[in-house]
């Protein structure tokens, strides 16, 4: 998101899976620039990549700068699936859900027709820029967890993590997307701004998180080892 002209949002992680953006534009971010999404139709779009490691994935992590400009719809965040709603498709989807204003992160497995869920126990409702972390580990509900601004929330959990422990990416046909859904770019798009988003292929751990934070090189790929 630094490279605050043209249509394209460049990896920096030196992975190769840059974006294509459509709408958004480049604005003063937290890090250098960032990204600003119009709430209407804006995102990013990073094409079906296996970010996640195939067919079977483990353990991952999110991270990522945030502002909202308003709390009064469902905002995107980051989607590698079709719609926000229950059961809707394989894969997950970070976002803000109006209703609660709280962040939540789902992953879904549409073959068991399975989702689960972790809804933080903050609200975020003004303006300003908040950090976030999701990290998932395959095979442990304590070791998937959530963090605003490098402190771990108090997370409600909904579902059995058992159940979607082999999701997939809907046969890959979904695009990953920032700010927006993979299938539609008028349904639950973020407003707001975005800034340095990153995927990692494995479980970040708090000192790795705090690193992250006071630090800024964007990474929309996964990376694997230190941050």
């Known amino acids: 998101m630094d490279e605050n002209t043209g249509s394209a949002a460049n990896d920096a992680s030196g992975n190769g899976f840059s974006g294509t953006i459509s709408g958004a534009t480049f604005v003063t971010g937290k890090r250098n620039y ?39 719809s469902d905002d995107t965040i980051l989607a590698n699936r079709n719609s926000p709603t229950e059961n809707a498709d394989d894969g997950f989807i970070v976002y803000i859900d109006d209703s609660t204003d709280k962040l939540t992160f789902e992953v879904s497995d549409d073959a068991d027709t399975d989702e689960y869920q972790l809804e933080s126990s903050s609200t975020i409702i003004s303006t300003g820029w908040n950090h976030f972390t999701i990290v998932w580990d395959d095979s442990s509900v304590s070791g998937t967890k ?12 909904t579902g059995t993590l058992a159940n979607v422990g082999t999701f997939y990416d809907d046969g890959g046909n979904v695009d990953l997307r920032i700010g927006g859904e993979s299938d539609t770019a008028t349904d639950s798009p973020f407003d707001g701004k975005l800034d340095d988003i990153r995927i990692y292929r494995y479980a970040l751990n708090q000192q ?19 941050p």
């Open 146 to 157: 959530m963090y605003i601004n490098g402190i771990e929330e108090n997370v409600t959990r």
């Open 34 to 72: 960032a990204l600003n999404f119009d709430g209407t139709d804006d995102y990013v779009d990073m094409n079906d990549v296996d970010l996640l490691g195939g067919s079977s994935y483990h353990d991952f992590s999110i991270t990522g700068w945030f502002n909202r400009d308003t709390s009064n």
């Open 208 to 226: 790795q998180i705090n690193g992250i934070i006071s630090e800024g090189a964007l990474r929309f790929a996964p990376n694997e080892g230190s």
